[in-house]
């Protein structure tokens, strides 16, 4: 049973079995040390802090490490309040001989709290997950970062089903934790996440975690013309013509068309049609600007009202209400 719409608007909710919390709508920080620097990032985690964002999710990879830096520094002071995911083992060679792995592993993470200034992290994450990676190997190591009180929580980014599948089955026989949450590329637009893969998920207590929740911005309500996209995320090579065709852009219109009689908007609509899904805690979305961050922040508080029967229509003929994910908040 999905979540009553009227609670959706920030109520804190579990990552996985964790027993942590967080807030419906969490801040990527993968432009810090990249597109912005330490004054212009510390206005953002600020603006966050200020709405009730709770968790931040970065990695160790983001602007060369500098993400992990500048999130470290800025919530030295605050380090109770909040909720620190970070993620390791993509840009570099995974090891693949046992002896090797845990080493590797450890020093990550020591290297991650080290920039972090921290003495834990909340929730550590596999970046990627390689075909021929031993998950008994990668449990029986986070379980270890665990012990030593170097993590609180582990997950995992775009696994295969059968993978997730596996690693269910080996918490079982070791004891250990397991994957708490998994992230994913999901909007209303994509979504690497497979039925398979899904309901593998749920049935395990995985928590999913989406990122790209606005497909790169596309679904903020800027590009509802049929202007060329030659600025920001979306002119980037990985977005280049993967949300800006016809199909998507009708669908756009259609879908603000709708919003606009309804007396919502597209960006309430995109977060809510995620957060209504009980698999979903929190979705992770980026912000260059605090205004970015305030208006994200505003369009979850108002998603109780933004399901009107005209949105819901248009939401159907797209995606077959239910099909992926089943919005059972819309008012009778």
Avoid at 161 to 172: E, H, I, N, V
Avoid at 197 to 218: K, N, R, T
Avoid at 255 to 284: E, K, M, W
Wanted: proline share 4%; charged share 25%.
């Amino acid at each position: 049973m999905n979540p009553d719409c009227n609670t959706i608007a920030w109520q804190k909710r579990e990552l996985g079995s964790s027993g942590i919390a967080v807030a419906p709508l969490s801040l990527g920080c993968n432009n810090f040390g990249l597109r912005l620097d330490y004054r212009q990032s510390n206005r953002v985690i600020f603006a966050a802090l200020d709405v009730g964002i709770n968790a931040f999710d970065t990695a160790n990879i983001y602007g060369d490490g500098k993400s992990e830096e500048f999130l470290g520094q800025a919530l030295a002071e605050r380090r109770s309040e909040v909720v620190i995911a970070t993620k390791f083992g993509r840009g570099d060679a995974i090891p693949s001989d046992p002896r090797e792995y845990a080493s590797y592993a450890r020093n990550h993470c020591e290297q991650s709290l080290r920039r972090l200034r921290t003495d834990h992290v909340d929730l550590f994450q596999l970046h990627r997950f390689p075909p021929d990676l031993d998950i008994e190997l990668v449990l029986e190591t986070f379980e270890d970062l665990k012990r030593r009180g170097m993590i609180r929580s582990y997950g995992c980014s775009d696994p295969r089903a059968d993978q997730l599948r596996r690693s269910r089955k080996a918490a079982r026989a070791s004891g250990a934790q397991g994957f708490s949450t998994m992230q994913v590329e999901r909007s209303l637009l994509a979504s690497t996440c497979s039925q398979e893969l899904y309901d593998e998920a749920a049935d395990g207590g995985v928590s999913i975690l989406p990122y790209y929740p606005l497909a790169g911005g596309f679904l903020t309500g800027k590009y509802l013309g049929d202007e060329r996209i030659e600025r920001g995320r979306l002119s980037e090579p990985k977005f280049v013509g993967r949300f800006d065709g016809n199909v998507n852009r009708d669908f756009l219109r259609d879908l603000a068309s709708a919003c606009q009689r309804a007396g919502t908007n597209l960006l309430t609509v995109a977060l809510g049609y995620l957060l209504s899904d009980n698999s979903i805690p929190t979705v992770i979305a980026g912000a260059s600007t605090a205004e970015h961050v305030q208006q994200n922040a505003a369009a979850v508080r108002a998603i109780p009202d933004a399901f009107g029967e005209d949105v819901v229509a248009v939401l159907a003929r797209r995606h077959r209400l239910g099909a992926e994910t089943e919005i059972d908040c819309i008012p009778q």
